[in-house]
C-alpha cells in the first residue's frame, strides 16, 4: 500500500524561505515529484527525485531520503506568486506499471 | 514536453445527464490518466486508460459511471454519467511522457451538477 502525508496549510513572509515536507511509504519506489498548483488551475510540475539529496532549481530545491521515506520542497526568497498548493506525488506500483499518487498538498499562504 | 487540451473547459449540467470530456495530446503517448479534484482536495485518480486495452479503475470508480474511451495515442474520453451534485468537482486529463520522468495535466473541466 501507500500512504503520503504532508501538512495541510503553512504560511510565510515574502522574502523569507520555507521548507514543505512529504513522508510516504510505498512497497516500490520509482521517484518523487512536486507540483504546484494555484487555484483554479492544473498542477504543473516541479521536480523528480530518484536518488538520495537535494536538487536545486532556480529558487526552488527538493531534497529525498529514500531510507527515510522522506523530501522536503525548499522555496527561498518567497514571492507573493508563490501563494498555490504544492502536492507531493509518488508512483505507486501496480500491475506491472506504476500510477501516479498524489498526497492531499500544503497549501502555502505567503503574505507581505 | 505535451501540450494537452481539454473540451469542455466548464459546463454546468442537471442532475441524471451525462457528460463526455475530452482530452487531446499533441504528441502520442502511452498512459493517460484522468483524475477527479473536489473543492479543496487534492488529486483522486480514477482511471487509467491505455490505448487499446480497457481502462483500469481505481477503487470507488466504476466503468457505469465513469466510462472511458481511448481510440488512439492522442486522444481520450471519460463520461461522467447519471450525474448528482457530488459529481462537481474539477476532472483533469494527464499523461506520461515516454522519456520524461513527470506528469503533464490537461487545464481540467469544471464541472457543476445541479
Known amino acids: 500500500g501507500q500512504n503520503i502525508d504532508q501538512p495541510t496549510e503553512m504560511t510565510a513572509t515574502e522574502g523569507a524561505i520555507v521548507q514543505i515536507n512529504c513522508t510516504y511509504q510505498?512497497?516500490?519506489?520509482?521517484?518523487l515529484f512536486w507540483y504546484q498548483q494555484h487555484a483554479g488551475e492544473a498542477p504543473t510540475f516541479l521536480s523528480y527525485n530518484v536518488l538520495d539529496g537535494l536538487e536545486e532549481k532556480g529558487r526552488f530545491s527538493s531534497f529525498l531520503s529514500r531510507s527515510k521515506g522522506y523530501s522536503y520542497l525548499l522555496l527561498k526568497e518567497l514571492q507573493m506568486k508563490d501563494s498555490a498548493s504544492y502536492l507531493c506525488a509518488v508512483p505507486v506500483p501496480s500491475g506491472g506499471s506504476y500510477i501516479p499518487t498524489f498526497g492531499r498538498g500544503t497549501s502555502l499562504i505567503v503574505h507581505p | 514536453s505535451a501540450v494537452i487540451s481539454q473540451k469542455p473547459s466548464r459546463d454546468i449540467c442537471q442532475r441524471g445527464t451525462s457528460l463526455t470530456i475530452q482530452c487531446q495530446v499533441d504528441?502520442?503517448?502511452?498512459?493517460m490518466f484522468w483524475y477527479r479534484q473536489q473543492p479543496g482536495q487534492s488529486l483522486t485518480l480514477i482511471a487509467t486508460?491505455?490505448?487499446?486495452?480497457?481502462?483500469?479503475?481505481e477503487s470507488g470508480f466504476v466503468i457505469d459511471k465513469f466510462p472511458i474511451s481511448r481510440p488512439n495515442l492522442t486522444f481520450s474520453t471519460l463520461t461522467v454519467s447519471n450525474m448528482s451534485p457530488e459529481d462537481s468537482s474539477i476532472y483533469l486529463c494527464?499523461?506520461?511522457?515516454?522519456?520524461?520522468?513527470?506528469?503533464?495535466f490537461g487545464p481540467g473541466t469544471r464541472l457543476l451538477v445541479l
Open positions: 504528441s502520442q503517448v502511452t498512459m
Open positions: 486508460a491505455n490505448q487499446g486495452s480497457e481502462a483500469t479503475y
Open positions: 510505498t512497497s516500490g519506489f520509482n521517484g
Open positions: 494527464s499523461v506520461e511522457v515516454p522519456g520524461l520522468e513527470t506528469q503533464y
